[in-house]
């Protein structure tokens, strides 16, 4: 049987984060063949151009993760009605020197939690574009929008029982779209 490794990349730095607890949940969710492991953005430094030609060794490490991945799990919140800082700086660091994008081809999926009750619409738009220009073909359907409230998660973490069937299927969704569209 494949194996699958799903990069998880989560918008969030935050301890407690929605996020990074949605992403856990989901790992869950995931069929036997797939495995999937957050990948560290905190530790990145902000992009600059000046470095591409001797790149720091959190954005190796980030870009071999990203190249060793079958796919991409982004999970995010929405900070001003876009996406925040750390994942757009994570993106940038992963996509250059120009050309030598590790996105390129990932199929890739976008959800994310917000305590609004827009949840991460505003943000899940703008990273669809920026995965756009990135050349990674992105599940469109279903989307999720999730409210951060009382019964998401149980007590374990795991996803509540008023969200798990929805969940479940768009995991289904997903790991059928990286089968898919993933290259060897």
Same mark, same amino acid.
């Given at each position: 049987m494949a194996?699958y $490794?799903?990069?998880?990349?989560?918008?969030?730095?935050?301890?407690?984060?929605?996020?990074?607890?949605?992403?856990v949940?989901?790992?869950?969710?995931?069929?036997? $063949?797939?495995?999937?492991?957050?990948?560290e953005?905190?530790?990145?430094?902000?992009?600059s151009?000046?470095? $591409?030609?001797?790149?720091?060794?959190?954005?190796?490490?980030?870009?071999?993760?990203?190249?060793?991945?079958?796919g991409?799990?982004?999970?995010?919140?929405?900070?001003?009605?876009?996406?925040?800082?750390?994942?757009?700086?994570?993106i940038?660091?992963?996509s250059?020197?120009?050309?030598?994008?590790?996105?390129?081809?990932?199929?890739?999926?976008?959800?994310?939690?917000s305590p609004?009750?827009?949840?991460?619409?505003?943000?899940?738009?703008h990273?669809?574009?920026?995965?756009?220009?990135?050349?990674m073909?992105?599940?469109?359907?279903?989307?999720?929008?999730?409210?951060?409230?009382?019964?998401?998660f149980?007590?374990?973490?795991?996803i509540?029982?008023?969200?798990?069937?929805f969940?479940?299927?768009?995991?289904?969704?997903?790991?059928?779209?990286?089968?898919?569209?993933?290259?060897?």
């Amino acid at each position: 049987m494949a194996q699958y $490794d799903i990069a998880v990349v989560v918008g969030s730095l935050r301890k407690d984060s929605f996020n990074a607890k949605l992403a856990v949940a989901l790992g869950k969710l995931a069929p036997a $063949d797939f495995n999937f492991h957050r990948v560290e953005i905190g530790d990145l430094p902000l992009y600059s151009q000046d470095d $591409d030609a001797d790149q720091a060794q959190p954005v190796k490490r980030l870009r071999g993760e990203i190249a060793a991945a079958q796919g991409v799990l982004f999970v995010t919140p929405e900070y001003n009605r876009s996406i925040p800082g750390v994942l757009k700086n994570a993106i940038d660091n992963g996509s250059r020197p120009w050309g030598q994008s590790a996105w390129a081809g990932k199929p890739a999926a976008v959800l994310g939690v917000s305590p609004g009750a827009m949840g991460t619409a505003m943000a899940q738009q703008h990273l669809r574009n920026v995965l756009t220009f990135l050349d990674m073909p992105t599940l469109q359907q279903p989307e999720v929008f999730l409210q951060a409230k009382e019964g998401l998660f149980n007590a374990d973490g795991s996803i509540g029982e008023g969200s798990r069937a929805f969940l479940q299927g768009w995991m289904d969704k997903f790991a059928a779209f990286v089968k898919k569209n993933a290259t060897a």
